[in-house]
């Protein structure tokens, strides 16, 4: 067991690569009383091209497989997991994103009996044709209700205007019609290709004793036969550099219009620092036009064009990229209008200055470390950038390094009108 030290956060993180290839990580917090668990597998909604375990030829899986799956393996023969857990005094939760499945739980008692709970459940899959097309109703239910919901529309149609081919673009749930292709040996299909322990993360943050736990999760492993298990090659068609769509308008029944427009990133093939760097400089840049503090923020919000919805974000993984700005607005036109202004002003040098980046950095650096006393926060984001090639104990050190011309440079380089959208929701009169 390896023992890494982050002096200037004061943190102690163990780490141990089990024989079958599972990555362990622990992370122990005296004074904490919950414990919270995340076990991971790099796979998520944009992997529906891969060469199948024991195959030679790419297969194409029906959308929203991964989530699907997600839902699938808390069901077992003998009852539901999830009851398993709020018996032990555990409160268990997953989640499927475009990259990755979580599964988890938090507890502040039995954190050994949960965590086997935790290791056995994702690792013992059970899926028969009756319980797969019993699933089928429930996730289409979720879908339609995902369709009514104003927001999750506005961000997927933002991204399916950047998009022309990557499966980003693809909705994580899929669509009624692509579940009704699952079947069991989908499923089983993609569990065996991608839930091996090579392909995972285990993480487990809270008032443990590292070593013990340790011992724990050996012995765990141990006892389960993995045979070694080769690359897993994934196929992504290859993506034009513009956007698919400048502009798309939805009518749905909603009281205030929503307005964001997105910039698509060029650069998606940096990993590791490369990658952190660029994620963290693009979001500094943005806060320095767009935060709360700033002039074109209180412009926007005096006159009425904005509200309190207002937000910005970049996200940023291998293979893919983009930032959304936008909120809720009785001025959809205009707001996309003095968006779009201040982004291409920025690219040619305006609007960013030296004083507005230290005050920056101090706030993203703050804002980072009252993060880290968040038990879920630490798990979510360490796997998240770890499957990245990234370390979270990097990004204030990280923050630290961000010089004005580094975000000069990428203003630049990341703005660019052919790489600009606009998406509108507005009301359905």
């Known amino acids: 067991m390896e023992k890494i030290v982050f002096d ?51 297969v194409r899986v029906p959308d929203g497989i991964a989530h699907f799956l997600e839902h699938k393996l808390f069901e077992k023969e003998d009852g539901d997991v999830f009851q398993q857990f709020s018996q032990q005094g555990a409160s268990a939760n997953a989640f499927t994103s475009f990259t990755r499945t979580a599964y988890l739980f938090s507890s502040t008692s039995n954190v050994m009996k949960n965590l086997e709970t ?26 339609r209700m995902y369709e009514d919901n104003a927001d999750w529309r506005a961000y997927f149609g933002l ?26 040996d989908h499923l089983y299909e993609c569990y065996h290709t991608f839930y091996h322990p090579s392909n995972m ?18 012995k765990n492993q141990e006892e389960k036969d993995f045979k070694e298990q080769p690359e897993i090659k994934r196929r992504f068609e290859e993506e034009p550099v513009n956007v698919k769509e400048k502009k798309q308008i ?22 590791g620092k490369e990658l952190l760097k660029q994620e963290l400089t693009i979001n500094v840049m943005l806060d320095m036009l767009f935060g709360r503090s700033n002039d074109h923020y209180l412009q926007l919000y005096n006159e009425g064009i904005i509200d309190d919805t207002f937000y910005y974000d970049y996200t940023g993984e291998q293979g893919f990229g983009f930032a959304i700005v936008g909120g809720d607005t009785e001025h959809p036109d205009e707001l996309a209008d003095r968006i779009q202004k201040i982004l291409l002003e920025a690219k040619s040098g305006q609007h960013l200055t030296s004083e507005s980046l230290e005050r920056t950095k101090k706030k993203k650096i703050g804002g980072f470390l009252r993060a880290i006393n968040s038990p879920e926060y630490i798990a979510n984001q360490f796997t998240r950038y770890a499957f990245n090639e990234m370390d979270l104990f990097d990004v204030v050190p990280t923050l630290e390094e961000i010089t004005f011309e580094a975000v000069q440079k990428m203003a630049h380089d990341f703005i660019d009108e052919d790489r600009m959208t606009v998406g509108q929701i507005i009301p359905n009169r």
């Open 201 to 218: 993360l285990l993480f487990v943050v809270g008032s443990v004793d590292p070593t013990e736990m340790m011992q724990f999760i050996r």
């Open 250 to 271: 939805l009518k749905m029944n909603v009281q205030t219009s929503k307005c964001q427009v997105g910039i698509k990133a060029m650069q998606t093939d940096l990993k």
């Open 118 to 143: 935790l290791i056995n459940f994702v690792q013992e899959p059970y899926f028969t044709e009756k319980t797969v097309e019993k699933e089928k109703g429930i996730i289409g239910q979720e879908i």
């Open 8 to 58: 200037q956060l004061q943190e102690e993180l163990y780490y141990e690569k089990m024989t079958n290839g599972l990555d362990v990580y622990i992370l122990p917090k005296k004074g904490f009383n919950k414990t919270y668990a995340t076990f991971t597998t790099k796979y998520g909604s944009v992997d529906n091209q891969f060469i199948p375990l024991n195959k030679n030829e790419f």
């Open 159 to 184: 991204i399916q205007n950047m998009y022309h081919h990557h499966p980003v673009h693809i909705d994580i749930a899929g669509t009624v019609e692509s579940i009704d292709q699952i079947t069991k």
